[in-house]
């Protein structure tokens, strides 16, 4: 099992990323944010036009119809963070084992110290499976997290989201509707999608980002394609091959480019679909060519990682160690010692000999915590910018504090439920996924200078255990 299990503390001794953020916002610290709106209440935000709210996602375009949150009662907007955690406490002891919390590495310290678990998505998904009696699921994360919980949990457990519009831009850049049309134009080249050719293989076998609506899940499920997380994405490319003579591979075209380079498959293969191009922007006879469609999406947090950020990080700090998730573009992931996900990142970091100094490429709520639980080592993330996930930020622990009295007074609000009908295919896809096996190759092995700190061996089931 993996262990990612931050151990309980004071949070005032942490360098937490919004104490960061106040300080430099009030002039008390030097550095720079990217907004300095992030040091206000999340709320200011959801009672504004629909947006990703300040971060990285900022200049992002949302999607008409994304959820809204309600206004959060005056009680947890003006409370003071200690007030704040003291409820949270009280709250969750009178709960018991009736509730669950689920926090993603990416969420704000003020948050993560109440979760009982804390991991990637599919990590807390399977978490919260170790809690079949709890009644709530309250999960600290973005909303496609919140429908991969709901997915695999049993139908009485509700899944919470404590702020709805904590969405995320990425998952947000391929809708339903998007691929559907994307699929009718694929079949307009390749001919019955669902008919295999003289090699046995089908034209096209669609793969998803673990980072991916519960609606796309669904699609790739009724298509005979399968999910993937950043762990396992080379396992679930070679699995998809085996059935299709290509993949359409949506959201993240960086995650599909890296890890269908490290396999092999060149970049003339590779075609970009913009869904807002015919065709996505190819020609047919580059579409008959393609290994690996990727689609248009990005993560506006990883996008943020550049090569001269590396080159300056190896000037400036000789001898450091570069790790970069491979949500980021292939330049950076190629320039950076080792690329692979944040469980991976956290295993590198664990293996390495004490005075090690990492520059590290991912969101910097869990570079930070990792810099702060790891004081034998010296960590800084590569952007010196303080930029925290947008979404991920709209969690506030006023929110947390809001969910968890509703819960005590026995009041169930923002559940997230996936329909059956979509439910059920997403489900398929997902099972596709935990039966796919590796062929022998490292799962997470992309570009990089030079041989990485550690290897991942984790299964993707792996599993965060409790925290003390
Ligand atoms: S870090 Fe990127 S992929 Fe993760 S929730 Fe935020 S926007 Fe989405």
């Known amino acids: 099992m993996t262990i990612v299990t931050p151990p309980v503390r004071d949070i005032r001794l942490a360098a937490s990323v919004d104490r960061s953020i106040r300080l430099i916002s009030t002039g008390k610290a030097t550095g720079s944010t990217c907004a300095p709106e992030l040091a206000d209440g999340p709320w200011e935000f959801d009672r504004g036009p629909v947006a990703y709210g300040p971060g990285a996602s900022q200049g992002d375009v949302i999607p008409t119809g994304a959820p809204r949150q309600g206004a959060l009662p005056e009680a947890y907007r003006t409370a ?93 850049m391929a809708d339903e509707s998007s691929v559907e049309e994307c699929w009718e134009q694929l079949a307009t080249v390749y001919g019955d999608l669902d008919t295999p050719g003289a090699d046995g293989r089908v034209p096209v076998i669609p793969v998803t980002y673990m980072n991916s609506s519960a609606a796309l899940k669904g699609f790739v499920g009724r298509h005979g394609g399968i999910v993937c997380t950043s762990s ?36 003339e293969q590779m075609p970009m679909w913009n869904p807002r191009r015919p065709l996505g922007g190819s020609s047919a006879e580059q579409l008959e060519d393609a290994r690996v469609i990727l689609w248009h999406g990005f993560c506006s947090v990883h ?45 590198a970091i664990a ?74 295919p ?20 992309f570009g990089g200078s030079a041989a990485p700190a550690a290897t991942s061996t984790s299964p993707a089931t792996a599993t965060p255990e409790p925290r003390a």
């Open 80 to 172: 003071t963070n200690d007030e704040l955690h003291a409820r949270i406490r009280a709250a969750k002891a009178t709960l018991g084992d009736r509730v669950v919390i689920l926090g993603h590495f990416y969420q704000r310290d003020e948050v993560v110290q109440h979760a009982d678990f804390v991991g990637d998505s599919f990590q807390l998904a399977n978490a919260a499976l170790t809690k079949p009696d709890a009644e709530a699921i309250v999960f600290c994360g973005v909303h496609f997290m919140a429908e991969t919980a709901d997915l695999l949990s049993r139908p009485e457990q509700a899944v919470i989201l404590p702020n709805l519009a904590a969405g995320c831009s990425m998952a947000d």
């Open 232 to 267: 396992n994405a080379r396992t679930v490319l070679e699995q998809a091959f085996e059935r299709g003579q290509r993949v359409l591979f949506f959201p993240d075209q960086h995650l599909g480019r890296n890890t269908a380079k490290a396999m092999g498959v060149p970049l």
């Open 303 to 347: 996008k943020r990682f550049t090569v001269e950020q590396i080159e300056r990080a190896r000037a400036e700090h000789p001898g450091v160690q570069v790790i970069v998730h491979p949500e980021c573009p292939m330049p950076v992931v190629d320039a950076a010692d080792a690329a692979g996900s944040t469980d991976f990142i956290v295993k």
């Open 351 to 424: 293996a390495a000999p004490a005075g090690t100094t990492f520059a590290i490429g991912t969101e910097i709520n869990l570079v930070q915590r990792l810099a702060a639980e790891n004081p034998q080592h010296e960590i800084f993330c590569l952007d010196p910018v303080v930029c925290p996930c947008s979404t991920m930020y709209r969690i506030h622990p006023g929110y947390l504090a809001w969910v968890l009295e509703e819960l005590v007074e026995g009041r169930v609000v923002n559940r997230i439920q996936v329909a059956d009908e979509v439910a059920a």
């Open 426 to 445: 997403a489900r398929l896809a997902l099972e596709r996924m935990l039966a796919a096996k590796p062929q022998g190759s490292a799962p997470e092995r």
